[in-house]
């Protein structure tokens, strides 16, 4: 085969490491391009849904998770006007579907890490840190990146091919001219972790927990802890709308909307608190001439549900035996007008839908409304059918296989 330019992956995220490692395992070469001096340790996405570990089981990655994270079979929704839990579903039931019935609570930085561990010795799995995508030229048969090193110096990297993975505020994105459409919402969402056992003051309380409220809703999940930390329960709520961040993460407020889930006399032992907006957004087309765009480049939705991770990751993969095929000469570009058609159709008809559905059930304001809302949902848990139904498009398994039978 005659030389030709590696792939150029802007970002060094899950989704970039991911598609990295697809791309290592077809022998595909590629340079992954990272701003940070080092992989990013945030607490944000966890849940990894079935589909997503069976995909990442074929990586050599799942073994990994599941040794060092926590499987949650099991999740609840509860109402916190009542004080009921109202809906239990356990991917137990598709055990004959899936090969993971459970989701692998694993924190993306932590997947990150795990690649780096695994394949950072390998001189061909280039990852970059302290390179910045700033633009790029795209030509006939190839692309020129440019890059901003850490010291303030310029370079151009010349590429086949450039892929964005580098976040909602892509650079790759901006600089092809791709449209972002969608909305953000009025109010921030605060992130609040704590490593106090929540089980022990509520054994109803699972792994994976969503509270219903027409004022505060909420997203509890637990994840594991660092080796010399006890584990962490990460409470997901909206802020009041106009409220700041100084006024949301101060010491006291943080205590009392823990306090109002939880009440109790102790004060809680807080391990980190983010807050950040929030946007349902998709890109126009994920493809354009040499660039292609993968996860929260080109989309992102609100957390309600652990989606825009298990997305971004469906992107990845979907997208690395195409982009081999093109690379290898095998196939032509009209491979990434087919990743554009399956992946956007993934993106608008199930992700999106699902998590605006999602918030919309936690925060119904309507006394009626939500009292239907809340019994519907507590019907369909209570039908076999009708819950395996509901996990299926919950945990994006029928949006991998509605995305399979494009062409």
């Not at 399956?342 to 998590?355: G, I």
Request: with cysteine; hydrophobic share 40%; glycine share 6%.
């Amino acid at each position: 085969m005659a030389e030709r330019d590696p792939i150029i992956i802007s970002g060094a995220g899950p989704v970039a490491m991911v598609l990295a490692v697809a791309l290592h395992r077809e022998g595909v070469p590629f340079i992954a391009l990272e701003q940070l001096d080092e992989p990013f340790v945030d607490q944000r996405a966890a849940s990894h849904h079935p589909p997503t570990v069976e995909m990442l089981d074929n990586l050599g990655l799942a073994e990994h998770m599941i040794a060092e994270g926590l499987k949650s079979p099991v999740y609840r929704f509860h109402d916190r006007v009542t004080h009921d839990v109202i809906a239990e579903f356990d991917l137990g039931l598709l055990a004959d579907e899936v090969k993971f019935p459970y989701v692998v609570q694993y924190e993306q930085y932590k997947l990150v890490r795990k690649v780096i561990e695994l394949f950072g010795d390998d001189p061909t799995f280039d990852v970059r840190f302290s390179h910045a995508v700033t633009g790029f030229e795209q030509f006939d048969d190839h692309v020129m990146v440019d890059v901003e090193r850490a010291d303030g110096s310029i370079e151009k990297i010349r590429g086949s091919y450039l892929v964005g993975c580098d976040g909602g505020r892509s650079v790759v994105r901006k600089a092809a001219d791709i449209a972002f459409e969608g909305f953000t919402y009025p109010e921030k969402f605060i992130k609040i972790g704590t490593y106090f056992d929540l089980t022990a003051h509520d054994d109803r309380i699972a792994i994976r927990n969503y509270f219903s409220h027409p004022e505060e809703w909420c997203n509890l999940f637990r994840v594991k802890g660092e080796p010399d930390k006890p584990d962490i329960w990460r409470f997901v709520v909206p802020m009041k709308v106009g409220e700041t961040e100084e006024e949301a993460k101060r010491e006291d407020a943080m205590q009392e909307r823990l306090k109002r889930f939880f009440p109790r006399d102790e004060d809680y032992e807080i391990a980190y608190a983010n807050v950040y907006m929030v946007s349902q957004c998709v890109a126009d087309t994920f493809n354009k001439g040499r660039v292609v765009l993968a996860g929260d480049s080109a989309h992102v939705n609100n957390p309600i549900g652990g989606m825009g991770l298990n997305g971004g990751i469906h992107d990845a993969i979907n997208l690395a035996p195409k982009l081999a095929a093109v690379w290898k000469g095998e196939s032509g570009m009209e491979l990434f007008d087919l990743y554009t058609r399956q992946r956007h159709k993934a993106s608008t008809d199930f992700t999106q839908a699902q998590t605006i559905a999602n918030k919309k059930q936690l925060e119904e304001r309507d006394p009626e409304q939500r009292k239907k809302r809340l019994a519907e949902m507590r019907a369909t848990s209570e039908d076999p059918e009708k819950a395996k139904a509901y996990m299926r498009r919950a945990q994006l398994i029928d949006s991998v296989k509605a995305a399979e039978t494009i062409t």
